[in-house]
Nanobody, 115 residues
Framework: VQLVESGGGLVQAGGSLRLSCAAS????????IGWFRQVPGKEREEVSS????????YYADSVKGRFTISRDNAKKTVYLQMNSLKPDDTAVYYC?????????WGTGTLVTVSS
């Protein structure tokens, strides 16, 4: 299983970014995919997740109303549209899938929001 995140960068507060997570090596359409983020010295936290058919989504309270998760099963890709970004959103963002009891992670993409 391989997960590759992209789309991070430097943006001013109030701006937007769209992250992508491209997956390979698994039956992508069968799995829940999640986005997590981590800042140095803190635990990795779940930001959002989406069910296999996109019928169900989860958002952390801190991002509700600002972030939107979506997926394209044909492209084996999950997206995280991030609007109204805040300096507190600065972190490395990772996508995650759990297959057969094993958690798989990408290498992450850095999002930096300047004030």
């Amino acid at each position: 299983v391989q997960l590759v995140e992209s789309g991070g960068g430097l943006v001013q507060a109030g701006g937007s970014l769209r992250l992508s997570c491209a997956a390979s090596g698994l039956m992508f359409a069968e799995y829940v995919i999640g986005w997590f983020r981590q800042v140095p010295g803190k635990e990795r936290e779940e930001v959002s997740s989406i069910s296999s058919t996109a019928g169900s989504t989860y958002y952390a309270d801190s991002v509700k109303g600002r972030f939107t998760i979506s997926r394209d099963n044909a492209k084996k890709t999950v997206y995280l549209q991030m609007n109204s970004l805040k300096p507190d959103d600065t972190a490395v963002y990772y996508c995650n899938v759990r297959e057969n009891g094993i958690n798989y992670w990408g290498t992450g993409t850095l999002v930096t929001v300047s004030s």
